[in-house]
């Protein structure tokens, strides 16, 4: 089978709050906005952010309170180290929560956390193993 991820849906509670801290946090631009969704095309999938209750229902899943269940990250991986702070900072003035500052981990590179409007965790990290190619994939490289 192939390895590949086609969308990733996450829950939201207010539409327009996610879009600010998606349009203007990370400067994404929508290619579909509907009542209730968001689309972001990305390179290689979709993301979608879909009102909460819908996506519950839609999955035949109850909505059990704020944010995820269970302790997850996204990640978006930048160019070089001096992007990291600046778009942690970016993304906090949009409307995110500041998890963790951006610092070296110990096995290199920096990174640091932001949780979305609705509690999503998004890693802010460069790694200098990883190279990232013209579209912006990420190669697992060590």
């Not at 839609?58 to 990640?75: I, K, N, S, Y």
């Not at 956390?113 to 200098?128: F, L, T």
Request: proline share 6%; net charge negative.
């Amino acid at each position: 089978m192939q390895q590949q991820i086609a969308v990733i849906t996450l829950g939201i509670g207010d539409l327009a709050r996610a879009r600010r801290f998606y349009s203007v946090g990370f400067g994404w631009t929508p290619v579909y906005e509907g009542e209730d969704i968001l689309f972001y095309q990305m390179n290689g999938f979709v993301l979608g952010l879909w009102a909460k209750e819908a996506l519950a229902q839609d999955m035949q899943r109850t909505v059990a309170g704020d944010g995820p269940t269970a302790p997850f990250a996204l990640a978006h991986n930048v160019a070089t180290q001096a992007e990291v702070a600046p778009l942690i900072a970016r993304l906090v003035e949009a409307g995110g929560e500041l998890l963790r500052a951006a610092d070296a981990p110990p096995h290199g590179g920096m990174r640091g956390y932001v949780a979305d409007p609705d509690g999503h965790a998004w890693e802010i990290a460069w790694n200098p193993a990883w190279p990232i190619d013209a579209e912006g994939r990420v190669t697992f490289a060590l």
